[in-house]
């Protein structure tokens, strides 16, 4: 049975996972074993088994670690007040860093075939709840006239596969960081949004 959670334990979790989105990147779920995840952080096997029991617990978890960030921000900005392009931005940010920084450039559909029905069932449910919250700050952008008129539906569609796609091509030995990527995303994501189409460079980045 896995452990339970304490700080520690949460925390040796959250290395095991990035080290599975780096195998799972690199040789696809099916491809990584569990002895290459574990052998990436001086761990045994069995040392790995005490905190999940498979690699598809593995592989859920990697997304409920995922989409609870995504899921938290949204309630932030909601809460924050900011008006919807720079709640939009702040996702858009955020989303980036979380693909290239915390999984390593591993897209959020990393490998969903791979796990059973009522995983599978559980990961939609919540991508759902962020899918919901996008359209609604792309709708209330309309309605407050920031950005032009559209199907808030197909817009969220095209801003989260832009960014996952940032996946297949991401280089970490390249030129660009994550921020430098995040903040061009977010610039000609929100900025094409906007009445007139012209980006909003937002506030600086800072010094890297």
Request: charged share 25%; hydrophobic share 45%.
């Amino acid at each position: 049975m896995p452990v339970q959670q304490t700080p520690a334990s949460a925390d040796r979790r959250t290395e095991i996972l990035k080290s599975a989105a780096a195998a799972f990147r690199r040789r696809g779920y099916h491809g990584a074993s569990v002895d290459e995840i574990a052998s990436a952080l001086a761990m045994t096997k069995g040392n790995l088994y005490y905190y999940f029991r498979n690699k598809e617990e593995i592989l859920f978890a990697c997304h409920e670690y995922s989409l609870d960030i995504l899921v938290t921000l949204l309630d932030e900005v909601r809460v924050e007040g900011l008006p919807p392009d720079q709640q939009l931005r702040k996702l858009v940010l955020a989303f980036v860093h979380l693909i290239l920084d915390e999984l390593h450039g591993t897209a959020l559909t990393l490998d969903l075939q791979a796990l059973s029905p009522p995983l599978l069932r559980k990961v939609i449910a919540r991508r759902d709840a962020v899918d919901r919250g996008l359209r609604r700050l792309l709708q209330q952008g309309m309605d407050d006239g920031l950005f032009a008129p559209g199907d808030p539906k197909m817009i969220a569609f095209a801003m989260m596969g832009a960014v996952n796609w940032i996946a297949k091509w991401y280089d970490p030995a390249g030129p660009m960081t994550s921020q430098a990527i995040g903040e061009s995303f977010a610039d000609y994501l929100i900025g094409g949004l906007r009445r007139g189409g012209l980006p909003d460079s937002g506030p600086p980045a800072p010094a890297r």
